[in-house]
């Protein structure tokens, strides 16, 4: 699988975060790197702790890597989120944590397949 193939399976803009970054070889060290985020990870234990503010700053940290990575559809999920916990109220994130969750797997599965292939 190419990084461009892999943008394409998670339904990302591959050509925009090209031109962002300027060359094939980052695009794809940075994807690669996404796999050692602890993002999800943080966010996932602040909302099993119910520690809004600490949910919060990490939805808010993987939204924007999400965005300068180029991974759109993480993106929305995890922007939205961000956006309910602004409020620190942390009620709401039951709605969208269960669809971030699917879309971080997706995500993190096709980076892997990128990954095994390289």
Do not use: W
Request: hydrophobic content about 40%.
């Amino acid at each position: 699988m190419t990084i461009k193939e892999c943008y394409e399976k998670i339904g990302s803009n591959y050509e925009s975060v090209l031109s962002r970054f300027g060359n094939e070889a980052l695009v794809k060290r940075f994807a690669l790197k996404f796999l050692k985020d602890p993002s999800y990870a943080e966010l996932k234990e602040a909302l099993e702790a119910r520690d809004a503010e600490r949910a919060f700053r990490a939805a808010h940290t993987l939204k924007g890597v999400c965005l300068n990575l180029g991974f759109d559809r993480l993106y929305e999920t995890s922007a939205a989120l961000t956006e309910d916990l602004r409020r620190r109220d942390i009620n709401d994130s039951d709605r969208l944590f269960p669809e971030l969750t699917v879309r971080y797997e997706q995500l993190t599965e096709a980076i892997r397949e990128l990954e095994a292939e390289a």
